[in-house]
Antibody
């Protein structure tokens, strides 16, 4: 059974930093691209970032470019999102999601339950 | 990276068919065969319903079908059932990453 478990969320002040983690199991992690998707309270889904199976291709939404860094450790079947210079508008539930193929251009067939990030003073 | 445009709400009676639209541009929907659709019930993680415009993952009912014409993708739900009431999001690969739609709330009357 595929499982994705996010952690690292919490309350942080504007301008602060957080590192999100996503530990996976039940599939061969380094065969697939991975994504981060967030959802602010009561709103829709917003794509945040993606990383290919080899970390060779990474992409970011314009809203986080230059502030967030995605990475993965295939040996640990883990995905990370380093977030800095956090803003109130970064508040939301952050999902880790598995792509259906090694590159990011694909649907996301498994999702974690999310980790909540709240940016407030 | 502007969000794809979806109608805010669509409703239908049990047994009917409804179609949800998703409008983008030449940089996303029209430019790639990588449109996906997701179903999200309140408090739950999204579920992949369609990928690569018209492909269904195993386990997804064949009442769900996808298509695309130009810069507009569509999701059709046939034989509408009570459990189909949820939020639906489209997404597309783009020249710079991935983009989601604004979301459509489906109400089963």
């Amino acid at each position: 059974e595929v499982q994705l478990v996010e952690s690292g969320g919490g309350l942080v002040q504007p301008g602060g930093s957080l590192r999100l983690s996503c530990v996976s199991s039940g599939f061969t992690f380094d065969d697939y691209a991975m994504h981060w998707v967030r959802q602010a309270p009561g709103t829709g889904l917003e794509w945040v970032s993606s990383i290919s199976w080899s970390s060779g291709t990474v992409r970011y939404a314009d809203s986080v470019k230059g502030r967030f860094t995605v990475s993965r450790d295939n040996a640990k079947s883990s995905l990370y999102l380093q977030m800095s210079s956090l803003r109130a508008e970064d508040t939301g539930l952050y999902y880790c999601a598995k792509a259906i193929r090694p590159i990011a251009a694909s649907g996301l067939d498994h999702w974690g339950q999310g980790t909540l990030v709240s940016v407030s003073s | 990276q502007s969000a794809l445009t979806q109608p805010a709400s669509v409703s239908g009676s049990p047994g009917q068919s409804i179609t949800l639209s998703c409008t983008g541009t030449s940089n996303d929907v029209a430019g790639y065969e990588y449109v996906s659709w997701y179903q999200q019930h309140p408090g739950k993680a999204p579920k992949l319903m369609i990928y690569d415009v018209s492909n269904r993952p195993s386990g997804v009912s064949n009442r769900f079908s996808g298509s695309k014409s130009g810069n507009t993708a569509s999701l059709t739900i046939s034989g509408l059932q009570a459990e189909d009431g949820a939020d639906y999001y489209c997404s597309s690969y783009t020249t710079s990453g991935t983009v989601f739609g604004t979301g459509t709330k489906v109400t089963v009357l």
